[in-house]
């Protein structure tokens, strides 16, 4: 393994973990309280899906290959990422003070986690469909995204806190942004 290599799967990984990084800059800028437990939770749901997808697609990759139609997954990913950014903005619109739909719960923290890393498993099929390593790319982009999802939600919660509930609608937008680029990718 060469350090060439090895930077190409880093800045793979890096590239992978964008997605979650932007949500959960969205999720501290939506909450008024955002716990260190709370922000812990996303890296570390972030960080899994990141870190299995890519494992799950090389063994498609192995075994399934004519079974896995990657053609998909950023449609499901974009519908996902729409469904949610939708009831973020619909619910900042509410007349009564309420908690965010980015609530970090079990069902939020799952959905949006699962939508940012579909491309994880389409890469990790495409590495291992090439002879790389799925099991590295999936170490370096779990711990990546750990990383930047962690201190994300904390940084968006700081900015969060200065723009109140006008942060709702930001953070809906930003992930419409993010929803239109999978698309416009997609249809590439």
């Not at 990913?77 to 908690?99: F, K, P, S, T």
Request: net charge positive.
């Amino acid at each position: 393994m060469t350090g060439a290599y090895l930077g190409t799967l880093a800045a793979t990984a890096a590239s992978l973990a964008m997605d979650a990084f932007s949500v959960s800059i969205c999720i501290g800028l939506c909450r008024r309280r955002l716990p260190l437990r709370e922000a812990l939770i996303l890296g570390c749901a972030f960080g899994f899906f990141q870190f299995f997808m890519p494992l799950a697609g090389g063994e498609a990759a192995e075994h399934l290959s004519a079974l896995l139609d990657n053609k998909w997954t950023p449609w499901i990913a974009a519908a996902l990422i729409i469904w949610v950014a939708v009831n973020m903005i619909r619910d900042a619109g509410g007349g009564e003070e309420r908690e965010s739909y980015m609530s970090v719960t079990p069902k939020n923290v799952a959905i949006l986690a699962f939508a940012t890393s579909l491309d994880a498993l389409a890469v990790g099929f495409s590495i291992s469909s090439t002879g790389g390593s799925a099991l590295l790319l999936a170490l370096l982009a779990g711990a990546i995204t750990f990383s930047l999802s962690f201190f994300g939600a904390l940084a968006g919660k700081r900015l969060g806190s200065r723009f109140g509930k006008k942060a709702e609608y930001v953070g809906g937008g930003v992930l419409l942004a993010i929803a239109a680029k999978i698309i416009a990718t997609a249809a590439i």
